[in-house]
């Protein structure tokens, strides 16, 4: 069992920026972040191999957001830029501890560990 805990969220302006952290219990492959908007569906935001040498990001978020992982402390980061009222949405931290998967890196089903979630609002 891996538990997650995401620290940084919070309120913030358009154009702005939050930095976002989660901090695993234990060594995991992938991770990444999905976001879920008030009455939308949980969505793909950026994910990272367990090397850390393969990211990926939604098209929504590239160029703006960027993922990385320190796996000395077992912790992913979320570093969000130029932030938009539309990236409003409580942020989640998932991971996985198997190697491979028949699932991409974007979608849910890969994960098996999932954090309680971080709240980030951004004003316009």
């Known amino acids: 069992q891996v538990q997650l805990v995401e620290y940084g969220g919070g309120l913030v302006q358009a154009g702005g920026s939050l930095r976002l952290s989660c901090a695993a219990s234990?060594?995991?492959?992938?991770m990444g972040w999905f976001r879920q908007a008030p009455r939308k569906e949980r969505e793909f935001v950026a994910a990272?191999?367990?090397?850390?040498?393969?990211?990926y990001y939604a098209d929504s978020v590239k160029g703006r957001f960027t993922i990385s992982r320190d796996n000395a402390k077992n912790t992913v980061y979320l570093q969000m830029n130029s932030l938009k009222p539309d990236d409003t949405a409580v942020y989640y931290c998932?991971?996985?501890?198997?190697?491979?998967?028949?699932?991409?890196?974007?979608?849910?089903?890969?994960?098996?560990?999932w954090g309680q979630g971080t709240q980030v609002f951004v004003s316009s």
């Open positions: 234990g060594r995991t492959y992938a």
């Open positions: 990272i191999s367990g090397s850390g040498g393969s990211t």
């Open positions: 998932a991971a996985t501890t198997s190697e491979r998967s028949w699932y991409g890196f974007s979608s849910i089903r890969r994960y098996d560990y």
